[in-house]
């Protein structure tokens, strides 16, 4: 590959990480689909030829213990939810170019050829490790088979993952007091003789591959507690009937694929043919268009890999991908793009609480795909979190796309229409041409920043200018003459809105393509197009966007705050269930403190005037506060739980007397109050002034 800007001469593959065939779609699901979708299209705005390729994931634990629970084989369940992926991604304009799953032949196939290699590299190695078994079932566990406690941070995990603390992969035989998840009785350890891949083979590759690798900060900076430590070496076998069969072993399978007459043969850890699928879908696309080279890009190295993951699965990107690669002879990745999660006003998204919105649900309540798409790549940064409610969705679809970019393209070409038949004759200001030129300049810059946000920001901004500039011209004051070029000028700006945010809003910016007269579609244009002559007629245009009334927004929120109750009341059999029990709560400290100990704290109100990341840090923003006496600036743990573009005007309490430090480089003078592992920011029931003491 060849690390320069976009558009480089090298044929470019996105993926998206895989969605799990274990259960329905909902908008967290959602985001990272739609922003590689939106950066793919992006990149071929640039010039760039680019292709988008993922499948569904069909192996795994979870699984094969939820098609047992329905009496059903895995391959049954995990299809049926694979198929209903295929039908759910394209309603939201979400436009791969292959898509597959990790069952099916060529992944098999080439997952099998991926463990040859690393045997005949001397990169695989068998030992005899701790694996928990249920004697009670006569059953080993694998993975979510088991369960019990972190031994890193001490919290409840699952077999594989600690899902509930630190977050950190879990091989077999580590998590202690495992308990059986089939029987709920506790699990013994047995010692049994399991297949491993050295990654301290590939450490000093892995070093050098995170301080080259291009994407989002939080996937540049999270792994190198590992790549930098001692790397421990990937179980990649489980003890498991489902899944792809290690290399050269036999087994007997019936026709649902699973393990006959009660062979206990290994098979492949799910995180080994998962991202293979990335190659597998790449290869599918290479064969049946026969326009694009996959052993180029994946094995030469002349491409560029882009990969687009939740950050819960950055240690499986960062650091067992890139050496499976290294190991198999296999190009690296360019860039991995790391998405912050979705919370549900201000909560984390739950799906056993039903406090989610769900792919379906929301295409049933009438909403177009493109203002979902539109809001999910552009609320947040990348690695910040999005949080998504009714309100703000409502307001980013009223305030952005109807007010600013829906009136102004309809107001624009209805002028134009009517009072010229299309685009006037006349030459585009120089003044309008230079706006544009920059618009072009700083899309570009975006998108090789990998920020979407300011991607898409840039086209709406643009819309903006169109309309402040129709609004300062006044052309219906105009007589023919003197509004041509003021028409001419809108009629381009429309066009250049449109090429600029197809790959957010595609369907709408195809709308307004064939409003302008265009061939084709709106897909087919580059950022070159964006200066380039609109047709000269084109018939009267359609408004694009229609608002989300208030009442519509309470009727929304009314319908979500019923789904969490009823979720909780079946949760609670019957009882009561309050939305406190969503946090297990710490205690209350025994040791008191004295009126005056208190009184020691100057705790002031203070409005955040500005709010950025730091670079290199994960969770930590430099915020410019106000205090009344001085602007502070505060270093706060805020980064992945707040959209930082929306803190600038907030009210909040500082602690103003705390002595300073310095984190990541940055002096901290002071600390803001926040609640909860949220970081819910303390603030004001009225609006006191910055400065006023908190008592």
């Known amino acids: ?9 090298d044929q470019t593959v996105v993926t998206a990480g895989l969605p799990y ?41 979870p699984i094969a213990v939820n098609a047992a629970e ?32 990790t069952h099916d032949e060529t992944n098999t196939q080439l997952t099998k050829e991926f463990v040859r290699t690393w045997e005949e590299n001397g990169h695989v190695f068998e030992k005899e490790i701790d694996v928990a078994y249920d004697p009670d079932a006569d059953q080993w566990l694998p993975d979510r088979y088991v369960e019990g406690t972190c031994p890193y941070c001490g919290e409840h995990a699952r077999g594989d993952e600690c899902d509930e603390g630190c977050q950190r992969h879990l091989e077999p035989g580590e998590i202690e007091d495992p308990v059986s998840s089939l029987t709920g009785n506790p699990a013994e350890y047995r010692r049994r003789e399991h297949k491993f891949l050295r990654l301290s083979d590939m450490q000093e590759h892995l070093q050098g591959f995170i301080n080259r690798m291009e994407g989002t900060s939080n996937a540049q900076n999270q792994p190198r507690e590992w790549i930098e430590g001692e790397l421990q070496d990937l ?3 489980r003890d498991l009937d489902w899944g792809i069969d290690y290399p050269g072993e036999s087994v007997a399978r019936d026709d649902s694929g699973e393990a006959a007459n009660g062979s206990d043969d290994l098979v492949l850890y799910v995180w080994v043919d998962a991202p293979i699928e990335y190659v597998s879908t790449t290869k599918q696309y290479s064969e049946r268009t026969g326009d694009f080279d996959w052993e180029t890009v994946w094995k030469d190295g002349d491409g560029e890999i882009v990969h687009v993951i939740g950050r819960d699965i950055i240690q499986h990107h960062t650091v067992y991908w890139p050496a499976m690669l290294e190991a198999a002879d296999y190009a690296e990745p360019r860039a991995v793009c790391a998405t912050g ?28 795909p493109d203002l979902l798409r539109y809001y999910m790549a552009t609320a947040s940064g990348f690695e910040q979190d999005v949080n998504f409610s009714w309100d703000r969705f409502a307001e980013r679809v009223n305030s952005e796309l109807a007010d600013v970019v829906g009136n102004f393209a309809y107001r624009a070409l209805l002028f134009a229409n ?25 899309y570009e810059d975006a998108l090789n920043d990998y920020d979407l946000k300011s991607a898409g920001e840039r086209a709406v901004a643009l819309a903006r200018y169109g309309n402040e500039y129709i609004q300062r011209n006044e052309p219906w004051k105009l007589d023919d003459d003197e509004a041509a070029p003021v028409i001419r000028d809108c009629v381009q700006l429309v066009k250049a809105v449109a090429v600029l945010l197809q790959p957010f809003t595609p369907e709408k910016a195809d709308e307004v393509w064939a409003q302008l007269g265009e061939d084709g579609s709106a897909a087919d244009a580059t950022v070159g197009d964006c200066l380039q002559a609109p047709p000269a007629e084109f018939g009267e245009p359609e408004e694009l966007f229609t608002k989300v009334e208030d009442d519509r927004v309470e009727e929304l929120d009314e319908k979500l705050q ?41 705790l002031r109100v203070g409005e955040i005037q500005s709010a950025e990341g730091i670079e290199g840090a994960d969770d930590l923003a430099r915020l410019e506060v106000d205090v009344g006496h001085e602007v502070r600036q505060i270093v706060a743990g805020i980064k992945q739980l707040h959209d930082l573009d929306d803190l600038p005007g907030k009210r909040v309490v500082v602690v ?40």
């Open 21 to 61: 065939a274990n259960g329905d779609l909902h908008i967290g699901h959602l985001r990272s689909y739609v922003n590689a979708d939106a950066f793919t299209r992006g990149l071929r705005k640039l010039g760039q030829d680019a292709i988008y390729v993922c499948g569904s994931d069909m192996h795994g634990t």
């Open 1 to 9: 590959m060849t690390y320069e800007d976009f558009p480089t001469d």
């Open 562 to 602: 019923a789904k969490i109750e009823a979720a909780s009341t079946d949760e609670g059999d019957g009882e009561d269930v309050s939305e406190a029990s969503d946090t297990e709560l710490e205690p209350l400290a025994d040791e008191r403190i004295t009126f005056e100990d208190f009184q020691s704290l100057d």
């Open 70 to 101: 329905e009496g059903v084989s895995p391959e049954e369940f995990a299809l049926r939810h694979h198929e209903q992926y295929e039908e759910t991604f394209p309603k939201f304009n979400v436009d791969f170019d292959q898509y597959g799953h």
């Open 235 to 237: 179980c990649i076998t």
């Open 341 to 368: 999660f979705v919370n549900i006003d201000g909560k984390g998204l739950s799906t056993s609480k039903n406090r989610a919105i769900w792919a379906e649900e929301y295409l049933d309540e009438g909403f177009h």
């Open 656 to 695: 103003a007397n705390l002595e300073k430090a310095e984190l990541f480089g940055v002096e901290s003078n002071g600390m803001v109050l926040a609640a909860g592992e949220d970081a819910d920011l303390l603030t004001t029931h009225e609006d006191s002034e910055p400065g006023t003491k908190v008592k």
């Open 418 to 442: 009517r009072n010229f038949g299309g685009t006037p004759e006349a030459a585009v200001s120089d003044d309008v041409e230079t706006e544009i030129a920059q618009a072009m300049d700083d």
